[in-house]
């Protein structure tokens, strides 16, 4: 294998996978982030590989569990990794623990010699009853942090992007970024990285505000399409990711005209949406 490989593989759950960018024509019907930034490496650099095993719904277990391994036998010459926010969410996580595991998953994907990026967690404010877990996501970014100050990780601070305030970079779930929410972190992350881009956030105008009527439909719509199905699906312990698998588990050499998309068109791939 050529000592001037260039290889990019990105782990994660949903927030890695793509999910809020909808794309038919990419597998699982998503794009996201991680592929914007794999074709902007592409670009400026041909001869990327690119893989990503990121899988919505997975736990920091998980990931442990089904990437890590795999990730390391790639030898990668970069890693993102974001992890720890579905568990984050669940009732009684010990914060404590979870920062033990998540230690334990960056420091085999350090030893790799490939430069890593970390991501704090976002205080998605999505309904008041979560503004209880504010505590749990700030102890959580600070052993982030942490960690990636001691294995000199890249730290993407995905907590202090003041541009998610904004409602419109969350998808209709109000969990996972937009389209547009995807295209700024994959900004962010080229900037890290050093690499030339043209990604800009959008320039909308003043959100125009609701009345109540509004507000309300727009509540009862959100209960009905997101709240209550993920409630049924906790109940009978089953997540959208079981069975999924990731969108590019072989790295794939990126075409620097045309991107994934072309790859996915030239050699036939799957694009299949998964159901709801």
């Not at 075409?255 to 998309?261: A, Q, S, T």
């Amino acid at each position: 294998m050529s000592e001037h490989r260039l290889r990019y593989v990105a782990l994660g759950d949903s927030f890695t996978e793509g999910v809020g960018d909808p794309n038919k024509h990419l597998p699982n019907g998503v794009r996201g982030w991680a592929d914007r930034v794999a074709e902007k490496l592409a670009k400026d650099q041909p001869g990327w590989e690119y893989a990503n095993l990121a899988v919505r719904s997975k736990r920091l277990r998980h990931i442990a569990a089904e990437q890590l391994e795999r990730a390391v036998d790639l030898r990668p010459t970069l890693i993102t990794l974001y992890a720890g926010g579905n568990d984050i969410l669940d009732a009684g996580t010990s914060v404590p623990q979870l920062l033990a595991d998540y230690e334990e998953l960056v420091a085999p994907l350090a030893a790799t010699g490939a430069r890593v990026l970390l991501f704090t967690g976002y205080d998605v404010n999505v309904t008041p009853a979560l503004r209880l877990l504010r505590k749990r996501h700030q102890l959580y970014n600070d052993g982030v942090r942490r960690i990636a100050d001691a294995y000199g990780a890249v730290l993407v601070d995905y907590w202090a992007f003041s541009a998610y305030q904004d409602r419109r970079m969350w998808g209709p779930d109000r969990l996972h970024m937009s389209k547009a929410g995807h295209k700024y972190m994959a900004s962010q992350v080229l900037d890290l990285l050093g690499v030339p881009h043209s990604v800009k956030l959008k320039d909308w105008d003043p959100p125009v505000p609701k009345t109540f009527r509004e507000w309300e439909r727009e509540q009862r719509r959100w209960i009905h399409d997101w709240v209550l199905p993920l409630a049924g699906r906790k109940i009978r312990r089953v997540t959208l990711g079981d069975n999924l698998p990731p969108r590019w588990p072989i790295p794939v050499v990126v075409p620097p005209k045309g991107g994934l998309r072309r790859l996915v068109r030239d050699e036939g791939l799957p694009t299949a949406t998964p159901g709801p």
